[in-house]
């Protein structure tokens, strides 16, 4: 009985650790924080897993867990467990993916526990985009303009004026510049708008697009002006006009594009900067490839981005502590680890001066002369965005890219439709 007695007290004690919560304090004093990383390239991976294990070399009180989570499934996953009371205390996401989280009360306002280091190394721009309200709900730290990726022998051969940071093309003549590069069966663009939505507005700032329109009373409107409509049609004319634009490639996504762009069927495309590392470990060796940026209008050459995101939950317990991890995690040094790790550009000032990110090679020195320009994406504090881009701007984009529908119908229902779908939520 004694024996007996012994092992169902064992028993009990296993069971009570195993079910003991992150975020919490052990016996011994030690505080355990759990981590949830949606890093996914392995050089990504491996920093961040780095970072984290000399953190708790020198914070033997404060150990992090790393968790891996996925980018597929992040909002419906951060959804279910902070709903069950089982989030991680620290949250990696996107920054228009924490509007609804934030004002649902289920992320910690960071205003006074942000340390001034980080706060003035952070641009004011990239604060804007994590905050809702009065309050801040995480740290903008890696973010990814939308660039051209050109066949560098094409355009040479070509003729057409290069375009710089400096000496952009404007939204015409990169038009014109496409119908050049096209004939014989090759392009001289492909649009990979299998996602159109964000595309579309983030690229639109730099023809001065808006789209969304806050009222004096701070109520929302959706309005299709002048500005919104330079990138739309260029894409359509292109597509249905010059012949320029490939139109089977406006369902896929970016990596779908790359062989035909390896194989000389398309000239250009504009992918997210991080794609330059698909192209390094795919690309034929006798492939030139340069990095161009996106054309300028009225906007010059703004256009809008999401950063990636570290926040804490509201329901961590030790909250300072997780303050304390994010702000080694972000230190310069570490920040630029993530950023070469991701083939992404810092949010930080002191990290994108760091010559490893202005390197002439694979176009880091183009990336970072595009940073003064990003601006929050137009979406970033919309409530109902995810269902407003779902049900009324994904398919809406989509029937006028392939030529299902005209502008006037696509103005109507962006703002038509739109506009009943976002009323819901500002009621």
Not at 224 to 252: C, K, N, W
Not at 306 to 334: G, I, M, W, Y
Request: proline letters at 7%; charged letters at 20%; hydrophobic letters at 40%.
């Amino acid at each position: 009985m004694t024996r007996l007695r012994m092992l169902v007290g064992a028993l009990a004690l296993a069971l009570l650790l195993a079910g003991c919560s992150s975020g919490g304090t052990r016996d011994d004093g030690r505080v355990t924080l759990r981590f949830q990383s949606l890093a996914w390239q392995q050089e990504s991976v491996e920093a961040t897993k780095a970072l984290v294990e000399e953190w708790n070399a020198l914070h033997p009180d404060i150990r992090v867990e790393y968790v891996q989570g996925s980018w597929d499934s992040v909002h419906d996953q951060l959804l279910t467990s902070f709903e069950g009371g089982e989030a991680p205390d620290i949250v990696h996401d996107a920054s228009d993916d924490l509007a609804d989280f934030a004002y649902g009360g289920h992320l910690a306002d960071l205003t006074e526990l942000l340390p001034k280091r980080l706060t003035s190394d952070i641009p004011p721009l990239a604060w804007q985009s994590v905050t809702f309200g009065d309050g801040v709900y995480g740290v903008p730290f890696l973010q990814e303009p939308r660039v051209l990726i050109a066949d560098a022998a094409r355009l040479r051969e070509s003729g057409v004026r290069v375009p710089t940071p400096e000496h952009p093309w404007s939204w015409a003549e990169f038009r014109q510049v496409t119908k050049e590069l096209s004939g014989d069966g090759r392009y001289g663009v492909a649009w990979p708008l299998k996602e159109p939505v964000s595309a579309t507005l983030n690229l639109s700032l730099s023809a001065g697009g808006r789209l969304f329109h806050r009222d004096a009373d701070g109520k929302l409107t959706v309005r299709f002006e002048e500005g919104d409509e330079v990138v739309p049609r260029t894409v359509h004319e292109q597509v249905s006009t010059d012949h320029s634009a490939s139109p089977t490639t406006l369902g896929s996504g970016g990596s779908d594009t790359l062989p035909g762009l390896f194989a000389g069927t398309y000239a250009m495309v504009p992918l997210g900067f991080s794609y330059r590392q698909q192209i390094v470990q795919q690309a034929p060796k006798d492939f030139e490839w340069q990095v161009l940026p996106a054309p300028a209008g009225a906007g010059g050459l703004a256009q809008g981005v999401s950063p990636q995101t570290l926040s804490v939950a509201e329901d961590c317990p030790h909250k300072k502590e997780a303050v304390a991890f994010l702000d080694f995690l972000l230190r310069p040094r570490n920040m630029v680890r993530l950023a070469l790790g991701d083939w992404m550009l810092p949010t930080g000032r002191q990290a994108l001066a760091d010559p490893a990110l202005r390197t002439p090679e694979h176009g880091w020195a183009t990336g970072t002369a595009l940073a003064a320009h990003l601006r929050p994406a137009p979406a970033q504090s919309v409530r109902g965005y995810p269902e407003w881009k779902d049900k009324v701007a994904t398919p809406a984009l989509q029937e006028y890219y392939s030529g299902a529908i005209g502008l006037g119908e696509l103005r109507e229902r962006l703002e038509e439709d739109g506009n009943l779908v976002l009323a819901r939520y500002q009621r």
